[in-house]
T-cell receptor, first 115, second 117 residues
């Protein structure tokens, strides 16, 4: 069974600080996604990581993928309040008997950035 | 989530009633995924449909839940005889490009928040 674990589940940080969210998954996968969700809202796609060593950056967020370690990280640089949200990583379960698009989500990291 | 329309946004049902959730992808899109999000949890895959066909229903509960995507009209997720444990947010999602590969992320609708009283 493909499992996806995120940590930490809750993160409270001050503006201006840096931090990293970790996403481990249990077996090999060739697609990993990061999404952002604001309270009561839908999911917004942030990054798609497709290969070992992939690194993508958008503003204060940077995501990377290490397929050998089965680990993705989402690094936050100089956090601002607007980044407060829940961040999910997800792995495509298409290689494990599920159909493509059958995403396995982590439980999410609830980020709170305080002034 | 532009183009993936869900309604209603909020739905309240008493135990034992039926809930019908609708999802309309953008015109021309024929792939729909349904996911469920319990409070404080990540999303869980339920079912994947292409027009008129169920492709993968491995995440659907065996009883009371059904889904369809008819040739004309929206995809419907139907929950019969709802129970309190069905209270959750239900999202549908589509690939962003007609015929697109899964190197692009799924686009999610705004969800239907079902409350069972």
């Amino acid at each position: 069974e493909l499992k996806v674990e995120q940590n930490p589940l809750f993160l409270s940080m001050q503006e201006g600080k840096n931090y990293t969210i970790y996403c481990n998954y249990s077996t090999t996968s060739d697609r990993l996604y990061w999404y952002r969700q604001d309270p009561g809202k839908s999911l917004e796609s942030l990054f798609v990581l497709l290969s070992n060593g992939a690194v993508k950056q958008e503003g204060r967020l940077m995501a990377s993928l290490d397929t050998k370690a089965r680990l993705s990280t989402l690094h936050i640089t100089a956090a601002v309040h607007d980044l407060s949200a829940t961040y999910f990583c997800a792995v495509d379960g298409g290689n494990y008997g599920g159909s493509q698009g059958n995403l396995i989500f982590g439980k999410g990291t609830k980020l709170s950035v305080k002034p | 989530n532009a183009g993936v329309m869900q309604n209603p946004r909020h739905l309240v049902r008493r135990r034992g009633q039926e809930a019908r959730l609708r999802c309309s992808p953008m015109k021309g899109h024929s792939h729909v995924y349904w996911y469920r999000q319990l409070p404080e949890e990540g999303l869980k895959f339920m079912v994947y449909l292409q027009k008129e066909n169920i492709i993968d229903e491995s995440g659907m509960p065996k009883e009371r839940f059904s889904a369809e995507f008819p040739k004309e009209g929206p995809s419907i997720l139907r929950i019969q005889q709802v129970v309190r444990g069905d209270s959750a947010a239900y999202f549908c999602a589509c690939p962003p490009v007609v015929g697109g590969s899964f190197k692009s992320p799924l686009h999610f609708g705004n969800g239907t928040r079902l409350t069972v009283t």
